[in-house]
């Protein structure tokens, strides 16, 4: 993905002749970045009052739906946990990649009407990502706890034989089930312990029953075996096996628990799978809600900004940037060269000095206005 500047810069006899005086600079000769014209509709200005209030409030908006936008982006590659590479595919603006979106951007009239005024805007955009935002939170949890739940489940039918769940390996017949003298009991042995074990586990106690153990099961460190012996005899068995270095799982057969373990392990398996389809389109849906939210708060911004740097009556031109990256330093130079002439405080501005009342860090101040489109919203490179 990519990272776009979206600048304005006032019009001169027209806004065209703004963009012309833009693409001779950065394109014709030099291919410093790819440019399209930023199409912002004739909004309402309002006050003066107005707009350097929403100025700040907008900044903090842009924020906080930007981190929804990267919550959500997340929160799809966290879902997609096997196949990570389709997550950008799943991350679209109104059916189109996000490149597509932004840099043939088409103001929403229907989902934020330009007869209303800045603020309403404003206020649309807020609610709408706040919802998003509590609707994510809420499904995550509920997934989240779910596929822990099943995670456990497998982690306990997996690892090693002195920790796993046993009861999908032994079979009803490796016991000795009902008797009122006799117990059969499960032991891990390692495996460079085995000849050790044949030879001494009927004398580890009295009364264990003779040549009565079996292999039942093993991993790649220990093998799993039963043997049968007298019940009385079950604490200095289990001491004697300690001190030989043999470990005697504590496991009871009960048909009831295995069932009712497996059940769960089915019924939470298949809940995960019904839940992710769903879960999936509306991380979809509320992706591309967000994202369009985004980019509109972004046409807000350099809306308002334009209006208090340049005046009025409107008479801007807004334009996207996509730097080519490794002239991004020329690109900055030549916009300052061709812009410098809007701010003559700018010229003299030292980048590590802080402006009182402006509290951007001065490396974003720039003579036109600015702001940066940063498309890169995952963390790890798919």
């Known amino acids: 993905m990519t990272e776009f500047w979206l600048i304005s810069a006032p019009g001169e006899k027209t806004c065209q002749q703004t963009w012309d005086k833009l693409m001779m600079a950065t394109t014709r000769t030099n291919n410093l970045s790819t440019n399209n014209k930023f199409n912002i509709p004739d909004l309402k200005v309002g006050t003066l009052d107005v707009l350097v209030g929403l100025s700040d409030e907008l900044a903090k908006l842009d924020t906080f739906v930007e981190s929804v936008v990267k919550k959500v982006a997340q929160y799809m590659a966290d879902v997609l946990e096997d196949s990570r590479d ?8 109104n059916g189109v990649d996000l490149v597509t979106y932004i840099t043939r951007f088409q ?17 649309i955009i807020s609610k709408q990502a706040m919802q998003i935002d509590n609707d994510l939170k809420a499904r995550a949890s509920a997934y989240n706890n779910l596929k822990g739940n099943l995670q456990n489940l497998e982690r306990k039918n997996a690892g090693s034989l ?4 046993l009861a999908d390996i032994v079979k009803k017949e490796d016991f000795v089930l009902d008797s009122e003298y006799l117990i ?35 991993d790649n460190e220990s093998g799993l075996f039963s043997v049968t012996l007298f019940r009385k005899a079950i604490d200095d068995f289990k001491h004697k096996a300690r001190e ?17 373990d497996k059940e769960e392990m ?26 369009i939210a985004w980019v509109h708060i972004k046409a807000l911004r350099v809306f308002v900004e334009s209006v208090l740097r340049y005046g009025l009556p409107v008479n801007f031109q807004a334009m996207l940037l996509q730097p080519n990256k490794k002239n991004m330093k020329k690109l900055r130079e030549v916009l300052y060269d061709l812009y410098k002439h809007l701010d003559s405080s700018a010229a003299i501005i030292d980048a590590s000095m802080d402006i009182p ?20 919203l995952l963390d790890f490179k798919v």
């Open 357 to 376: 009342g402006l509290n951007l860090s001065q490396q974003e101040y720039y003579p036109y206005v600015y702001y940066k489109i940063d498309c890169n």
């Open 244 to 260: 030989n270095k043999f470990t005697v799982r504590d496991f009871q057969y009960n048909e009831e628990e295995m069932k009712a």
């Open 86 to 93: 389709k997550v950008q595919e799943n991350l679209l603006a």
């Open 266 to 291: 089915t019924r939470l398996s298949t809940d995960k799978k019904k839940q992710f389809g769903p879960l999936v389109r509306w991380l979809k849906v509320n992706f591309s809600e967000a994202f």
């Open 107 to 123: 103001w929403d009239m229907a989902k934020y009407p330009i007869k209303q005024s800045l603020k309403n805007i404003s206020e």
């Open 162 to 165: 002195l920790t796993r769940s």
């Open 184 to 218: 059969t009991m499960l032991v891990v042995v390692p495996k460079t312990g085995y000849a050790e074990w044949q030879k001494t586990y009927e004398t580890l106690s009295e009364m264990v029953v003779p040549r009565s153990t079996k292999l039942l099961f093993e």
